[in-house]
């Protein structure tokens, strides 16, 4: 919550920030999403799970302020698609193995100090770090089994916030007006999920980390 409330007074500042010195500008940002689970816990030896990525997508508008010739803060609106798909078995338990596909789509506030690290012509090598926060917009629970076939729902999540780390790299190029960016960016959820697992048990906690692929227009 406090990652999204300085968001909301960066915009607020952001529009209202005179354009005349050239220090403020504005974009379109989006790419690919690859999405999976983590967890600080130790691993239950009770049943295993291997996790697969879930691939999405990322679009979202942005606003980047230049501090000087080498640091600039930018923050972004985007909307994200996180989740994972988790093959679950249990030795012994009566239905088999299951099947669970958690997709979210999330409103994410990404709040990130961009350092310029090289110049060649006019390209720019940079690296990017900093926080987000994130609202659930939609989730989505598919589970299947080679029993009961596929049950598919709406997940009413608690945990309607997440906010988290991310840092990346990233490649810019001028050209006349614009600039023309490339990234990737990993970041990493610091809220635990409660996730149901199957019929007859329990739920689970898990954190969201997600791999970005970006690309961006700056005017």
């Known amino acids: 919550m406090p990652y999204f409330h300085t968001m ?3 915009c607020l500042a952001a529009t209202v920030v ?31 799970v291997d996790t697969r990525f879930l691939n ?5 508008a942005l606003a980047e302020i230049d501090l000087s ?6 923050a972004e609106c985007s909307t994200v698609q996180k989740g994972a798909v988790h093959d679950i078995s249990i030795p012994g338990f009566f239905l088999g193995a299951m099947r669970a596909e958690y997709r ?9 100090l961009e350092t310029r690290l090289l110049r060649r012509g006019r390209f720019t ?30 997940l009413a999540v608690r945990e309607r916030w997440d906010s988290g780390f991310l840092f990346g790299v990233g490649i810019e190029t001028a050209l006349s ?8 960016r990993y970041s990493m959820g610091f809220r635990d999920v409660s996730l149901p697992t199957g019929p007859g048990l329990g ?10 692929f970006l690309f961006s227009i700056i005017y």
């Open 125 to 154: 090598l940079h690296s990017d770090g900093g926080f987000y926060a994130a609202s659930v917009r939609s989730a989505r629970y598919v589970l299947s089994n080679a029993i009961f076939g596929v049950i598919a729902q709406d």
């Open 104 to 112: 979210f789509r999330y409103l994410e506030f990404p709040v990130q």
């Open 69 to 74: 010739g080498r640091f600039a803060v930018r």
């Open 18 to 48: 005179p354009r005349a010195e050239g220090r403020l500008r504005f974009g379109l940002t989006g790419g690919a999403s690859v999405a999976s689970h983590w967890s600080p816990r130790k691993k239950d030896v009770f049943y295993e």
């Open 56 to 60: 999405g997508t990322s679009l979202g």
């Open 177 to 184: 007006k614009v600039r023309l960016g490339a990234a990737y």
């Open 203 to 212: 739920e689970i906690q898990l954190r969201n980390q997600c791999y970005q």
């Open 8 to 10: 909301l007074l960066f």
